[in-house]
């Protein structure tokens, strides 16, 4: 049974840092592609970073590039995502997700077949 969990959550100030993590089970994090999105209230899913298999490869969304970076720890099978620099904007629920395939569609939520249950990010301004 693969199985997603995000942590890492949490309230903080604008301009401060949080580092989520999202560990993975039942499949292995360096044979899938991870990436995470993140959903405000009232808007559509968006993405936010993606990770390739071999870890040589990141995508990032305009609006954190050069603030968020994802990493991998394959020992721990574990994929993190650290927020520097945040804003209130990026308050949001935060999902990791796997999927296979292609590394084209690494920003389509629909391309994902794995989801964690999320992680509540706030930033008060």
């Known amino acids: 049974q693969v199985q997603l969990v995000e942590s890492g959550g949490g309230l903080v100030q604008a301009a401060g840092s949080l580092k989520l993590s999202c560990v993975v089970s039942g499949l292995s994090a360096s044979s899938t592609i991870i990436g995470w999105f993140r959903q405000a209230p009232g808007k559509e899913r968006e993405f936010v970073a993606a990770?390739?298999?071999?870890?040589?490869?990141?995508y990032y969304a305009d609006s954190v590039k050069g603030r968020f970076t994802i990493s991998r720890d394959n020992a721990k099978n574990t994929v993190y995502l650290q927020m520097n620099s945040l804003k209130p904007e990026d308050t949001a629920v935060y999902h990791c997700?796997?999927?296979?395939?292609?590394?084209?569609?690494?920003?389509?939520?629909?391309?994902?077949?794995?989801w964690g249950q999320g992680t509540q990010v706030t930033v008060s301004s």
């Open positions: 997700a796997a999927k296979r395939g292609t590394w084209g569609s690494s920003s389509n939520p629909d391309a994902y077949g794995y």
């Open positions: 990770l390739s298999r071999s870890g040589g490869s990141t």
